[in-house]
Every structure is written in structure tokens, then in C-alpha cells.
């Protein structure tokens, strides 16, 4: 599958088979997740990769829409280091950019996902960081669902010229 094909065909999988995922596709996609471009090139993240079947099961009292954690085979938790990046909204940007890498990564291999948002909100921040025992300098900021996909969905055209503009804001508002 080409890299374009990846990124065009790739969507949220909530359905997993009970197959595991192994220790080697874990770490391909914890490459491709440590690929991914960092502001100054800080690199400020931390990652959790969560297996045990209690800690999965429980995400779903404290995220509303973790439901498919039940199912999973594993999921890794996206984690900020603010000793690496200090300003959070850098850190985010950073962390996100390696969350959608696991995403591709993940699709690519013939794997489902899901990237669960977890930070701003406050309650999956600390909900995470209690089940994972993080210090304060590391902030949750994603968690990836990841199985053998027990769904298929077909490819989404998101596409939209209306929302494309060259070289000034082009459209009839501007507040």
C-alpha cells in the first residue's frame, strides 16, 4: 500500500477478533510514532503501551467513548514530557503528530485503531494518569486503541475545496 493510499483509506476501527498483537508490531509502530516531526525537534514525548486486560478494561470508566477498549488487543497511551517541551500547546502538537503515525502505521500493518483524545479534558487526564501511575511532568494527551480490525469501512472522502484559500482568506467571512 503506498504511502498516500495509507493515509487516504486509513479510519477509526472500534471493532476488534480477539487475535493479539505482537511484541514486534508493537515496537514497528512505536518507530513510526518516534518518526514523526517534533517542534525544535524536542522529541517530547513518552509513550505507554498498555496490555494488561484489567487497565484496558477500566479506561471506560473514566472515557466516555472508550468503549471498544474491552475488545482491544492493546493501546498505547501518547504522553507528553514537559521537562523536554515545557509549553503544553507545543507538546500537543508534537504528541499528535506521532498519535496519527501510529494511526498509519498501524493501517498499513493490516491493524485497526482508534486515537481516543484524552487531554484537555481533565477527568481522562487524571483518570490516565492514575491507572498508569505517571509523574506530574508527563501529561496524557492521546490514547490509541489498536486490534485485528472485526469491522471493515470503506474509504471517507473528506475533501473539501471550500475550505482550501491561496495566498489570503478568500471567503465571504472573516470573524
Request: net charge positive; hydrophobic share 40%; with cysteine.
Amino acid at each position: 500500500m503506498s504511502a498516500l493510499e495509507t493515509i487516504l483509506t486509513r479510519r477509526s476501527i472500534r471493532s476488534y477478533t480477539d487475535q493479539s498483537i505482537s511484541d514486534d508490531q508493537i515496537e514497528q509502530l512505536l518507530k513510526a510514532a518516534m518518526s514523526a516531526p517534533t517542534a525544535r525537534n524536542t522529541q517530547s514525548w513518552q509513550f505507554v503501551v498498555i496490555k494488561d486486560r484489567n487497565k484496558l478494561n477500566s479506561i471506560p470508566e473514566f472515557h466516555p467513548f472508550a468503549e471498544m477498549m474491552k475488545q482491544a488487543s492493546c493501546a498505547i497511551a501518547v504522553c507528553a514530557d514537559l521537562k523536554k517541551e515545557p509549553d503544553i500547546n507545543y507538546a500537543n502538537t508534537n504528541c499528535s503528530a506521532a498519535a496519527e503515525n501510529i494511526l498509519l502505521a498501524a493501517h498499513a500493518m493490516g491493524l485497526g485503531a482508534v486515537w481516543l483524545g484524552v487531554f484537555p479534558r481533565e477527568k481522562r487526564v487524571q483518570g490516565m494518569k492514575r491507572l498508569l501511575d505517571l509523574p506530574d511532568f508527563i501529561v496524557p494527551i492521546a490514547l490509541i486503541s489498536l486490534g485485528y480490525p472485526a469491522e471493515e469501512k470503506k474509504q471517507s472522502n473528506r475533501y473539501d475545496k471550500g475550505k482550501i484559500h491561496f495566498d489570503t482568506w478568500q471567503g465571504k467571512e472573516k470573524n
